[in-house]
């Protein structure tokens, strides 16, 4: 499969983590936002539409940016998508096959202004790989 197209605009998946150690169980994805154009790039927006992660019974969904950045000129920067888990994507996170490292997909969407003009990428079913921390199982 191919690269999606892009508009000056990329963004690639790095990594999730779903940490449930956390007094607030958490999802985090990190990012590679590239602008190939010659002029600065202020990101709006980016946001998770969707997380499948190998034998999580459901899909995260709607995970948004941390951080509005700007990206320079024909470079790329790291950019994290992140919110707390609802209780019910926690426990069903939790009843999961006990592995930590899991292979998975994501879609995303992302916008962002450069001089003035939008820009905007979207990509559905790229490949991640991520980890998920979870407590100990109890004995």
């Known amino acids: 499969m191919g690269r999606a197209p892009h508009s000056g605009l990329e963004v690639r998946p790095v990594?999730?983590?779903?940490?449930?150690?956390?007094?607030?169980?958490?999802?985090?994805?990190?990012l590679l936002a590239i602008n190939y154009r010659k002029h600065p790039l202020s990101?709006?927006?980016?946001?998770i539409t969707r997380l499948s992660v190998g034998s999580i019974a459901a899909a995260i969904d709607n995970i948004p940016l941390a951080v509005e950045p700007t990206i320079e000129p024909h470079s790329a920067f790291l950019v994290y998508c992140e919110r707390a888990?609802?209780?019910?994507?926690?426990?069903?996170?939790?009843?999961?096959?006990?592995?930590s490292i899991y292979g998975g997909s994501v879609s995303i969407t992302a916008r962002?202004?450069?001089?003035?003009?939008?820009?905007?990428?979207?990509?559905?079913?790229?490949?991640?790989?991520?980890r998920l921390n979870r407590l100990p199982s109890p004995m």
Not at 85 to 99: F, I, K, T
């Open 43 to 47: 990101l709006r927006e980016v946001k």
């Open 112 to 130: 962002g202004v450069i001089r003035g003009k939008e820009v905007s990428y979207v990509a559905s079913a790229l490949k991640i790989d991520g």
């Open 85 to 99: 888990l609802a209780d019910s994507e926690a426990r069903v996170a939790a009843a999961s096959v006990p592995n």
């Open 15 to 30: 990594h999730y983590t779903i940490d449930l150690t956390r007094s607030v169980p958490t999802v985090e994805v990190e």
